[in-house]
């Protein structure tokens, strides 16, 4: 069965420094790999996805095969992107998202 | 687009009650999910509906839990003779088709049972 793992529950940097958000999965297939963003008191939305390979409010991830992982990146933390990030995998053949537990992502002044 | 909608933001039930959680979809789409987020862990997926039709139950528990997306009116999500252990965040989301790629998540309903 697919799953996602996020090791850190919670994660806390300094404005300015660089932060990465773990993601790893099992899966048996090509998944489709998802980071999904919660900001305080607003709905969980989408973040980015592997397909697009586009960089969203400073954010990448890459999708490592090999390593079966998708990490989110970016190279300078604003206090803004203090949230709770989600990674999630959609299977090739359905539609359902498997979720990791979440990392709480705290950027300090 | 109001995005999408759900009702009761909290629910407080006795045990042995059954809540009623709904979901109204962003206009436009058809298909709708259901996901369970207990304390301290990640959202799970519970059933995957379209109009009239459940594709996709297999996160459901077998017993208690029914759900539901009518022709006319909101998706339902129905728990009968809750338990302690049905405490979550309920969470609804919407796409507008099979090969759409995101979801559109609603604000949640938070069930309490006491």
């Known amino acids: 069965a697919q799953r996602v793992t996020q090791p850190e529950k919670l994660l806390s940097v300094f404005k300015g420094a660089p932060v990465e958000l773990k993601c790893n999965y099992s899966?048996?297939?090509?998944?489709?790999l998802f980071w999904y963003v919660q900001y305080s008191r607003q709905r969980l939305q989408l973040l980015l996805r592997?397909?697009s390979r586009e960089s969203i409010k400073g954010f990448t991830a890459d999708l490592n095969k090999g390593e079966t992982s998708f990490h989110l990146k970016k190279p300078f933390a604003q206090e803004e992107d203090s949230a709770m990030y989600y990674c999630a995998l959609k299977e090739t053949s359905g539609s359902r998202l498997t979720f990791g537990e979440g990392t709480q992502l705290t950027v300090n002044p | 687009n109001a995005g999408v909608m759900q009702n009761p933001r909290h629910l407080v039930r006795r045990r042995g009650q059954e809540a009623r959680l709904r979901c109204s979809p962003m206009?436009?789409?058809?298909?709708v999910y259901w996901y369970r987020q207990l304390p301290e862990e990640g959202l799970k997926f519970m059933v995957y509906?379209?109009?009239?039709?459940?594709?996709?139950e297999s996160g459901m528990p077998k017993e208690r839990f029914s759900a539901e997306f009518p022709k006319e009116g909101p998706s339902i999500l129905r728990i009968q003779q809750v338990v302690r252990g049905d405490s979550a965040a309920y969470f609804c989301?919407?796409?507008?088709?099979?090969?759409?790629?995101?979801?559109?998540f609603g604000p949640g309903t938070r069930l309490t049972v006491t």
């Open positions: 989301a919407s796409s507008p088709g099979l090969a759409a790629y995101e979801q559109y």
């Open positions: 592997h397909i």
């Open positions: 899966y048996s297939g090509s998944p489709e």
């Open positions: 509906l379209q109009k009239e039709n459940i594709i996709d």
């Open positions: 206009k436009g789409h058809s298909h």
